[in-house]
């Protein structure tokens, strides 16, 4: 009943969708092109194909947006995702901004020491806090309001991803271009985005697609296979990539997903993939929990 099978896509069909609804969403807003914030991850990197088969290479853009935590690696990725699909980027570094906001003060960092110091450094501190608190750490900075501990770190992270979503919309609008967003179906669901960050676009083609099947996608259109082998990090601290923070892999988190959208009772999905009720429980909780972070403003 839940197997990988039940995410598999036809992937020529759905990318001729997507490319049809891309170049459509242009015409109807008036846009001369299309522009993305390329991280040299895998979702971006199949948002820059679909909006270069659809529109023509020469009408899309590519943001490369590092800052003082960005790794190295990531931005050469976005570069080589450039030069596939032929597209023209514009890289601007946000380290100093974020200094003189003082986001960087937010979060003590040892950033002065290698990089794999660095990462060892988070790994340890983030799992040794989540022992201590008792609860994953990901549920906390979506109901944070028990932990002041925590307020500095979520403003931390956030501000960063805000600020790559400012530029892109000034890029955006002094050229008159589409923002295209990011976001995948499971990030979606689980609050895996920033509120008028990353959540923020004029459209969002991957939304309806898990990860899994953004991954099927990015095989057929030739993602470089670098990129789809690495792990998926939000890339904003060193250390911590989407498993870590989500705590379970993205094939078994689909299914669960996938389960819960198709309102099977947990207790059917659990044992399906051989999970405690508990655990799927909790990935209900997240749904219900960062619903707030799908809804714009709120009113009376």
Not at 195 to 221: F, N, T, W
Not at 268 to 275: E, G, H
């Amino acid at each position: 009943m839940l197997s990988p099978e039940v995410l598999k896509v036809e992937v020529k069909e759905i990318c001729q969708k997507l490319e049809t609804f891309i170049r459509r969403k242009l015409e109807e807003n008036r846009r001369s092109g299309a522009v993305v914030g390329l991280s040299g991850g895998l979702d971006s990197s199949v948002v820059v194909a679909l909006c270069a088969r659809s529109l023509g290479a020469d009408k899309v853009k590519g943001l490369i947006l590092p800052e003082r935590d960005t790794h190295r690696r990531h931005i050469r990725d976005a570069q080589l995702v450039a030069r596939k699909f032929n597209i023209h980027t514009h890289t601007i570094n946000l380290r100093r901004i974020l200094r003189k906001l003082k986001v960087y003060q937010l979060v003590p960092s040892p950033f002065f020491f290698p990089r794999s110091v660095q990462e060892n450094y988070v790994k340890k501190r983030y799992h040794n806090l989540q022992t201590r608190l008792g609860k994953p750490l990901y549920f906390i900075s979506l109901t944070n309001a028990e932990y002041p501990e925590f307020y500095a770190p979520v403003a931390f992270y956030r501000a960063k991803n805000r600020l790559r979503m400012l530029v892109l919309y000034l890029y955006a609008e002094k050229e008159n271009l589409l923002v295209v967003g990011t976001i995948n179906r499971t990030e979606w669901l689980t609050g895996f985005f920033v509120k008028y960050g990353d959540g923020a676009a004029d459209i969002m083609p991957l939304v309806r697609l898990y990860k899994s099947q953004v991954l099927q996608i990015a095989s057929y259109l030739e993602i470089p296979s670098e990129i789809m082998a690495k792990p998926p990090s939000p890339d904003l601290i060193p250390g911590l990539n989407d498993e870590d923070i989500l705590g379970i892999n993205y094939t078994t988190l689909d299914l669960i997903l996938y389960g819960i959208e198709k309102n099977l009772p947990l207790s059917v999905i659990a044992s399906a993939l051989s999970l405690p009720p508990e655990r799927v429980y909790y990935f209900q909780e997240l749904i219900k929990f960062s619903q707030i972070f799908r809804n714009s403003a709120e009113f009376p």
